[in-house]
C-alpha cells in the first residue's frame, strides 16, 4: 500500500462525505464541481493555507505538527479510529530493509490457554487475520467446513475477510453478514496502514478486491475502526440461531488477538453452544418439511422389499 496516495485517498474521502452548510460555510445555491468541501474551503476552517492542506492531501508534509493534523480532523469530524489513522498515515514509519517474512506461530501458552477453555469458543488471529489456533468449539461455530488442523499449515491457514467475501459457507453463517463485512473491511484498513508495503496484505487484498465486489466497494469506501467487542448472531447449519457476544484480546508481544465467543447464561443460544459441542449435533428441524412414509411398489408388497422406494 502506498502510505502518500492512502493519506490522500483518505482525506479526500472524508472531504466528500461533508456538505459546506455542515461546517457552517454559505453555498451560495448553484452546482458545485466536487461533493463535499473544497480543499481551500478546509484548508480555511482548520486555519491552515490551502497549499499547505494540499501538500498534506498529497503526503508532502511528513512533518505535520498535531494542532495541524488536530485541526484537519476536528474539520472532517474524524472518530477516534479515524483520527488515529489520520496520524498513522501522515507519520509513516521508515521502511527499512525487508526480510523475508516467517510464518506467525502461537505461543504454546496460548494454545493451552484457548485449549483450556473447553466449550467456549476461541480462536487466535495473526496480524493479517489468518487464524492461527482455534479450539474445537471455535472451529465448529465458525467454519466447521474447513480442515481442522489447517492453521497448523501456514500455506493452509484460513482468512477470516477471505472466508467472509469468498466462502458461501461463511456468508449463510452471519445473520447481519453486511455488518460483519464492514466490520472486518474497517479493522482491515487499519491494519493496512499499519504494514504498508506487506507483501502478504497486499495479495489478501487484490485477491478480494478481484473475487467480491462487496470487498471493492467497500475498500473504496476508506472506512477504518477497530474490532472490537459486539454481539452477532449466527445460523449456524447444524444448532440452529445462536446470539453470542465477541471479545477479543490483544496479545502484546506478538501482534495476535484472541477471539472468545460467549452466549448470556442460560439462554437458549447457551443450550445450542452446548448441543454444539456434542460429538454429532443433530440438524435443527425444519418447519417447512415432513417427512414422508416410503411408498410401496405394490400394495401387497412392504416398501422394504421394494427394488426402488422413490
Same mark, same amino acid.
Not at 12 to 21: G, K, Q, T, V
Not at 38 to 54: D, H, M, P
Not at 55 to 77: C, F, H, I, M
Not at 223 to 238: A, I, Q
Given at each position: 500500500?502506498?502510505?502518500?496516495?492512502?493519506?490522500?485517498?483518505?482525506?479526500?474521502?472524508?472531504?466528500? &462525505?461533508?456538505?459546506?452548510?455542515?461546517?457552517?460555510?454559505?453555498?451560495?445555491?448553484?452546482? &458545485?464541481?466536487?461533493?463535499?468541501?473544497?480543499?481551500?474551503?478546509?484548508?480555511?476552517?482548520?486555519?491552515?493555507?490551502?497549499?499547505?492542506?494540499?501538500?498534506?492531501?498529497?503526503?508532502?508534509?511528513?512533518?505535520?505538527?498535531?494542532?495541524?493534523?488536530?485541526?484537519?480532523?476536528?474539520?472532517?469530524?474524524?472518530?477516534?479510529?479515524?483520527?488515529?489513522?489520520?496520524?498513522?498515515?501522515? &507519520?509513516?514509519?521508515?521502511? #527499512?530493509?525487508?526480510?523475508?517474512?516467517?510464518?506467525?506461530?502461537?505461543?504454546?501458552?496460548?494454545?493451552?490457554?484457548?485449549?483450556?477453555?473447553?466449550?467456549?469458543?476461541?480462536?487466535?488471529?495473526?496480524?493479517?487475520?489468518?487464524?492461527?489456533?482455534?479450539?474445537?468449539?471455535?472451529?465448529?461455530?465458525?467454519?466447521?467446513?474447513?480442515?481442522?488442523?489447517?492453521?497448523?499449515?501456514?500455506?493452509?491457514?484460513?482468512?477470516?475477510? &477471505?472466508?467472509?467475501?469468498?466462502?458461501?459457507?461463511?456468508?449463510?453463517?452471519?445473520?447481519?453478514?453486511?455488518?460483519?463485512?464492514?466490520?472486518?473491511?474497517?479493522?482491515?484498513?487499519?491494519?493496512?496502514?499499519?504494514?504498508?508495503?506487506?507483501?502478504?496484505?497486499?495479495?489478501?487484498?487484490?485477491?478480494?478486491?478481484?473475487?467480491?465486489?462487496?470487498?471493492?466497494?467497500?475498500?473504496?469506501?476508506?472506512?477504518?475502526?477497530?474490532?472490537?467487542?459486539?454481539?452477532?448472531?449466527?445460523?449456524?447449519?447444524?444448532?440452529?440461531?445462536?446470539?453470542?457476544?465477541?471479545?477479543?484480546?490483544?496479545?502484546?508481544?506478538?501482534?495476535?488477538?484472541?477471539?472468545?465467543?460467549?452466549?448470556?447464561?442460560?439462554?437458549?443460544?447457551?443450550?445450542?453452544?452446548?448441543?454444539?459441542?456434542?460429538?454429532?449435533?443433530?440438524?435443527?428441524?425444519?418447519?417447512?418439511?415432513?417427512?414422508?412414509?416410503?411408498?410401496?411398489?405394490?400394495?401387497?408388497?412392504?416398501?422394504?422389499?421394494? #427394488?426402488?422406494?422413490?
Amino acid at each position: 500500500m502506498d502510505t502518500q496516495a492512502e493519506l490522500g485517498d483518505f482525506l479526500r474521502s472524508r472531504r466528500a &462525505r461533508l456538505r459546506p452548510e455542515d461546517a457552517g460555510l454559505p453555498t451560495f445555491g448553484g452546482r &458545485r464541481r466536487v461533493p463535499g468541501l473544497r480543499r481551500e474551503e478546509l484548508a480555511q476552517l482548520a486555519g491552515v493555507s490551502a497549499g499547505y492542506y494540499t501538500r498534506l492531501e498529497q503526503g508532502q508534509s511528513p512533518n505535520a505538527s498535531d494542532s495541524v493534523l488536530d485541526a484537519v480532523a476536528r474539520v472532517l469530524r474524524l472518530d477516534d479510529a479515524e483520527r488515529t489513522h489520520l496520524y498513522t498515515l501522515a &507519520r509513516p514509519k521508515p521502511m #527499512g530493509r525487508r526480510r523475508a517474512a516467517r510464518p506467525e506461530q502461537v505461543r504454546p501458552g496460548v494454545r493451552t490457554m484457548i485449549d483450556s477453555f473447553g466449550d467456549v469458543p476461541a480462536l487466535v488471529m495473526g496480524r493479517f487475520l489468518d487464524v492461527l489456533a482455534w479450539n474445537p468449539m471455535a472451529h465448529a461455530l465458525i467454519a466447521g467446513h474447513v480442515d481442522f488442523d489447517a492453521p497448523n499449515r501456514p500455506a493452509d491457514r484460513p482468512n477470516i475477510a &477471505r472466508l467472509l467475501f469468498l466462502d458461501p459457507h461463511t456468508r449463510e453463517l452471519y445473520a447481519d453478514w453486511p455488518a460483519k463485512a464492514r466490520a472486518t473491511v474497517a479493522d482491515l484498513r487499519k491494519i493496512a496502514a499499519h504494514h504498508p508495503g506487506s507483501p502478504g496484505l497486499t495479495a489478501l487484498i487484490g485477491e478480494l478486491t478481484l473475487g467480491s465486489r462487496e470487498f471493492t466497494e467497500l475498500w473504496t469506501s476508506h472506512t477504518v475502526g477497530d474490532c472490537g467487542s459486539s454481539t452477532r448472531t449466527y445460523h449456524h447449519p447444524t444448532v440452529g440461531t445462536l446470539t453470542l457476544g465477541v471479545e477479543f484480546m490483544t496479545l502484546p508481544d506478538d501482534d495476535q488477538r484472541v477471539a472468545v465467543f460467549t452466549p448470556e447464561p442460560h439462554s437458549p443460544s447457551a443450550a445450542a453452544l452446548t448441543l454444539l459441542a456434542t460429538p454429532h449435533p443433530p440438524r435443527p428441524p425444519s418447519p417447512a418439511t415432513h417427512p414422508r412414509p416410503p411408498r410401496a411398489c405394490y400394495p401387497d408388497r412392504p416398501a422394504e422389499r421394494c #427394488g426402488n422406494t422413490g
